[in-house]
């Protein structure tokens, strides 16, 4: 089993509004918020559910590809205001989840995230040891607690 | 319902000299897996090739497309695994 990635849980969301999504550019707290955890995190995986307990076999894949590289990862749940997966694409104009994004710069999902695990470019894309290129491993549990999103809707 | 057909139709469509391999790999009409080839994707990242397929169906995928599981690559670029 891995060592634990750790992170520190920071709360998103709490000041959203409750009104509907305006279409206007001024003021987005979501997505303002997304923003701010891609930015502030080296590698961070938008996914359904949580590291511990995916919703999704293309988030659960992601997330065993990372664990296997030992690789440190903050997590956040789309799963639990639908806002997020709306904003969350329309930042970054992909329209799948999970999404895995590095220093700032989306990676890919699932199929990329796979490719580039296989071929042993995401060892260098994370910034780790490179190491044998491997088989996809099956998706285990995480011990990390993941990226909170608190829900005050 | 779209069928594997349908998909592979569209992105052949929708995308000059591309050459589509689709599964439907539920049986239900909603989740694909493909493999497109084309031209168009040559010196473009991965990000951007899938970006020109996932283009193809806007709000589809999410909605009546559950997943669309993509493999491209350049014609130049064909490599055996």
């Known amino acids: ?153 | 319902m779209p069928s594997a057909e349908d998909i592979k139709a569209r992105i052949e469509a929708a995308i000059p000299g591309a050459h589509a391999e689709v599964e439907d790999y539920t049986g239900g009409g909603d989740h694909f897996r493909a493999t497109v080839t084309a031209e168009a994707f040559d010196g473009l990242s991965r990000i951007a090739q899938h970006r020109l397929v996932y283009d193809v169906f806007g709000t589809e995928i999410g909605g009546a497309i559950h997943a669309l599981a993509l493999k491209t690559q350049a014609p130049s670029k064909i490599q055996t695994p």
């Open chain 1, 1 to 153: 089993m891995s060592s634990s990635p750790q992170f520190d849980p920071i709360p998103m969301l709490s000041d959203a509004p409750a009104a509907p999504v305006a279409p206007a550019e001024e003021s987005n707290p979501i997505r303002d918020a997304i923003a701010e955890a891609i930015s502030s995190h080296k590698v961070i995986l938008f996914m359904k559910g949580t590291p511990e307990a995916p919703a999704c076999g293309f988030s659960a894949r992601t997330v065993a590809m990372l664990q296997d590289l030992d690789a440190p990862f903050a997590a956040v749940d789309i799963l639990p205001d639908p806002r997020i997966r709306q904003e969350l694409s329309a930042l970054s104009n992909w329209p799948t989840i999970p999404q895995l994004f590095v220093d700032g710069e989306l990676i890919g999902g699932c199929d990329i995230v796979t490719e580039m695990y296989e071929s042993g470019e995401l060892t260098q894309a994370l910034g780790l040891e490179p190491a044998a290129p491997a088989e996809a491993p099956e998706a285990a549990p995480a011990e990390a607690p993941p990226l909170t999103i608190e829900n005050r809707l």
